[in-house]
């Protein structure tokens, strides 16, 4: 059963792991993520107790949709393709419900097959294409 405890500094090279697309410096993401913490709710996803990947809640203010949050999701590359998001993005629906919003979003790009699968079948209300 995927998991979802709260991110700490300490959890930082497993974050950026998970998003090597980004390329980002150790330094850069260490500061983006100090930063975010004080705003997001910023998870690591756990299957078992292993890392698996990380998870972000955030405000999505809209104006047509009150009490809406926006997800992010990504899973370390090693845990990808074996049908793991779903059960991630569940997790964070299911949070974020726990947490009082409504409307669950997602931002995904339109060529993000999996991303987009993963969201309609794990519970979000609401995507928005890139
Ligand atoms: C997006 C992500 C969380 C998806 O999780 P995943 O466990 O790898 O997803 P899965 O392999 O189970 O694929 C989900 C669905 O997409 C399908 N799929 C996978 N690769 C595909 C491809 N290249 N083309 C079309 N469909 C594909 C799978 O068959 C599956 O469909 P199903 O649920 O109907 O069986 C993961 O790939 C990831 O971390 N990607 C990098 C970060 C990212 O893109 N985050 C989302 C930002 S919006």
Redesign the pocket.
Known sequence: MTTLRYATMEDADLLRR??P?LEVTPEAHADWMSRTMTRDKLFVAELGGVAI?TGRISDWPNAALPQSCEI??????G???????????RALVARAKELGYVTVG????RD????????I?GGVNSVELL
């Open positions: 998970c998003r697309e990947g992010h999701y990504a899973l370390l590359p845990w990808r393709h074996q049908g793991h998001g779903v059960a991630l993005v997602a931002h995904i790009r993000n097959r999996p991303s987009l699968l993963c969201a079948n």
